[in-house]
């Protein structure tokens, strides 16, 4: 199965969270994407879910509200999911890290700019600065 939009993604988040009424999803589906999302994109997507028997529907109170909930092997396809996500995140985000001089710890932004021997170095924090000052001098 394949994950063609932000709605859909937004929408495994959700309901990794807990289970979520029909309506609950679409308010914080909104809010989360900041634009009039239409219902055409969610329930075809929540129908393939149940399909798929990623999500357990269960009808509530008198007027029979849906509430959507993940099944174990859905918890397991959205773990699946976000993990390939993260991964890609971070091959995204590798080019952009600097390494501490010091400790070789990443940094994505901020850090201590030093310069020694005529060289700009980064460092992580003071602590490191100095040290390696230390070390090298
Ligand atoms: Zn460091």
Redesign the pocket.
């Known amino acids: 199965m394949r994950i063609g939009s932000m709605v859909k993604f937004y929408t495994l988040c959700l309901l990794k969270e807990g289970p979520k009424h029909g309506y609950d999803l679409l308010t914080q589906l909104k809010v989360k994407l900041d634009s009039g999302i239409s219902t055409s994109q969610v329930y075809p997507f929540l129908a393939s879910l149940e399909k798929h028997g990623y999500i357990a529907v269960k009808r509530t109170g008198q007027r029979g509200k849906k509430v959507y909930r993940l099944t174990a092997e859905g918890q397991l396809f959205v773990n699946g999911f976000l993990q390939r996500f993260g991964d890609l995140v971070h091959l995204a985000l590798e080019p952009k890290l600097r390494s501490?001089?010091?400790?070789?710890?990443k940094l994505l932004e901020g850090?201590v700019q030093e310069r020694m021997g005529g060289r700009k170095l980064t460092?992580?924090?003071h602590?490191?600065?100095g040290?390696?000052r230390k070390m090298h001098h």
Not at 100 to 105: D, F, I, N, Q, S
């Open positions: 501490c001089t010091h400790c070789g710890c850090g460092f992580c924090c602590h490191c600065a040290s390696f």
